[in-house]
């Protein structure tokens, strides 16, 4: 993958470069309230890594860009949940950024790499239960909630989409 596009970003892979704008991202409080609160420098340092380093499988999440001004607005793509074989969707971006219909674009952008590319048969999300905007996201995509769950130390909600739910649902994208 060397960039996925959509009509307002383009979504490619984090570089060591990206580590300044990374740490602001998850040093803000609020962005980080459902995700364990705020990280450290070393904690950013080592996420990243793991960011690059998760490319190896297909995927990973990706740096989002807008492509009028190129800045990054957050992060976006599918990783393995939580030590599962399952592929989990996705999102944080900068609150300066939040409703302003980036996290669907970009999620939109993910699932079509994942059921088209990677060729997933499914994608999960998860996130707090009091997370509504995330909730929202995930319902805007057409995944589908299924249960409570408890995942990275927390309890979530899980919500998913099957490839053939996608395919009805986005059939010209």
Request: charged share 25%.
């Amino acid at each position: 993958m060397n960039q996925i596009q959509t009509q307002r970003l383009v979504l490619r892979k984090f570089t060591p470069q990206d580590i300044e704008e990374l740490y602001r991202l998850f040093n803000d409080p609020d962005v980080m309230h459902y995700m364990g609160g705020v990280r450290t420098r070393q904690a950013t340092e080592q996420r990243l890594s793991q960011m690059i380093d998760h490319c190896q499988h297909g995927f990973s999440f990706w740096a989002v860009i807008r492509k009028s001004d190129q800045q990054l607005l957050g992060r976006c793509g599918l990783i393995y949940l939580d030590n599962t074989p399952e592929v989990e969707l996705g999102y944080t971006f900068f609150k300066e950024f939040w409703g302003q219909g980036y996290a669907t674009e970009a999620g939109l952008a993910c699932l079509k790499y994942g059921f088209e590319i990677v060729n997933l048969e499914r994608v999960v999300a998860i996130t707090h239960p009091e997370n509504t905007a995330s909730r929202h996201v995930m319902e805007k995509l057409g995944m589908k909630y299924e249960k409570e769950a408890f995942y990275y130390n927390t309890n979530v909600v899980y919500y998913a989409l099957s490839r053939a739910k996608f395919q009805e649902k986005y059939p010209n994208i």
